[in-house]
């Protein structure tokens, strides 16, 4: 099956720092990414659907200002968090979509994030 | 109505016995119905998927049935093994409209699997 990798796997960051994520489709070229957030014991929540070369489209209530995603190339989406803040300490996953399929998507490893 | 209904949120069961998780949703444009399993820090990983034009898909131990009037799927898990334990997730989606392709998630059930 296709592979999507997440960078890095783990971030320990300071209050008021930004950290990157990067989420790469390895072996197929994915024009749309996902990007979720999962917190302890709970179910995944879509943050917002990453389209190579255009604008992400973000859920209600994600703050696009606070949460920059960027899908420059068919291979590489990233997810900036700005300004963190303890509570934005979660595991954060990315997917990509099968470009021959509508419906399958692919999921990372996921990127477990701390905020100190 | 985007809401996917999973239960239950925990589930223990003796090796070699059948595990069943179910789920239930309220969109009827949604399509598409795969099950994810989930390990501890690691991203959720396909199982098994099922469209609405059948009512049962089998995969070695694992089935889905689909009750489409129902608005209802379920997953069993034959034979369950020690290492079956891990989270089970259900989704659903649609290709087409707003939603296309976004996932909606069930809220999760931890399988426990005794040897």
């Known amino acids: 099956g296709a592979v999507v990798s997440q960078h890095p796997s783990w971030v320990i960051c300071k209050s008021g720092t930004s950290v990157k994520i990067e989420c790469r489709s390895l072996d197929f070229q994915a024009t749309t990414m996902f990007w979720y957030r999962q917190f302890p014991k709970q179910s995944l929540m879509l943050m917002a659907t990453s389209n190579e070369g255009s604008k992400a489209t973000y859920e209600q209530g994600v703050e696009k200002d606070k949460f920059l995603i960027n899908h420059a190339s068919l291979t590489l989406s990233t997810l900036t968090v700005t300004s963190a803040h303890p509570e934005d300490s979660s595991f954060y996953i990315c997917?990509?979509?099968?470009?021959?399929?509508?419906?399958?998507?692919?999921f990372g490893p996921g990127t477990r994030l701390t905020v100190t | 109505q985007q809401q996917v209904k999973q239960s239950p949120q925990s589930l223990i069961v003796q090796k070699g016995g059948i595990s069943i998780i179910n789920c239930a949703y309220e969109n009827t444009a949604f399509d598409y119905f795969p099950w994810y399993q989930q390990f501890p820090g690691k991203g959720p990983a396909l199982l098994i998927a099922?469209?609405?034009?059948?009512s049962e898909k089998k995969e070695g131990r694992f089935t889905i049935s689909f009750n489409k009037s129902a608005k209802q799927f379920s997953l069993h898990i034959m034979d369950s093994q020690p290492g079956d334990s891990a989270t089970y997730f259900c989704a659903a989606t649609s290709a087409g409209g707003t939603s296309y392709g976004k996932l909606t998630f069930g809220q999760g059930t931890i399988l426990t699997v005794h040897p």
């Open positions: 997917s990509a979509r099968d470009p021959t399929d509508s419906y399958e998507q692919y």
């Open positions: 099922i469209r609405p034009d059948v």
